[in-house]
Each structure stands twice: as structure tokens, then as C-alpha cells.
């Protein structure tokens, strides 16, 4: 069973950047991002293929967001780049217990508020 635990969420203002971490314990084979703002509905950012590395963004956050994995700290990174208003949310990343590519998370983190305002 896999085990995440999110950080580096805050606040940050307009055009500036964080770096969201999920450190991930048990086996894993893809991991994905996910926000949601409230009234809204859970949106998916982006994911990474554990193994082949091939990773994958929603058009929202394409040219901003970048996914990274530290093998060694088994944990997935969330950089993200030029933040505006429209990204405040509750992030969350998400592990898949099959392998291949990310289609669906079966264990969750807690997730990390990330709040964009001058």
C-alpha cells in the first residue's frame, strides 16, 4: 500500500514560483497531480510514468508546470512556474497501484494549499 505525504505549498504572489513535493512510500508505478479550487471540480494537471519517465500535462499548465522524480528520495515534484490567480487550489498527487501509464490514482495525499495573490 502506498503512502504519500505532500509539501511545499504556500503562498506565493503573482508570476512567482513553488515547488510541490509528494514523497512517496511502498511501490509505485505512476504518479499524478491533481488541483482543485473551491466550487470546483478536481482537475488533472499532470503525470509521470515511474519507470519510463514519460510525462504528460493538461493544456492549462503546459510551458509553466514541470514534473520531476528524485529516485533516490522516492518523491515526484510539482515545479511550478509564472503562477496565477486561476491556480489557487488545494493540490493533491496521487499514486496508481497498476502499471503503465497514469489513469487513475488509487492512493491520495493530504494535499498542499497553494494560494496565488499579490
Known amino acids: 500500500q502506498v503512502q504519500l505525504v505532500e509539501s511545499g505549498g504556500g503562498l506565493v504572489r503573482p508570476g512567482g514560483s513553488l515547488r510541490l513535493s509528494c514523497a512517496a512510500s511502498?511501490?509505485?508505478?505512476?504518479i499524478g497531480w491533481y488541483r482543485q479550487a473551491p466550487g470546483k471540480e478536481r482537475e488533472f494537471v499532470g503525470a509521470i510514468n515511474w519507470h519510463i519517465n514519460n510525462i504528460y500535462y493538461s493544456d492549462s499548465v503546459k510551458g509553466r508546470f514541470a514534473i520531476s522524480r528524485d529516485n533516490a528520495k522516492n518523491t515526484v515534484y510539482l515545479q511550478m512556474n509564472n503562477l496565477q490567480w486561476e491556480d489557487t487550489a488545494i493540490y493533491y498527487c496521487a499514486a496508481q497501484a497498476r502499471p503503465g501509464a497514469f489513469v487513475r490514482g488509487d492512493y491520495w495525499g493530504q494535499g498542499t494549499q497553494v494560494t496565488v495573490s499579490s
Open positions: 511502498g511501490r509505485t508505478f505512476s
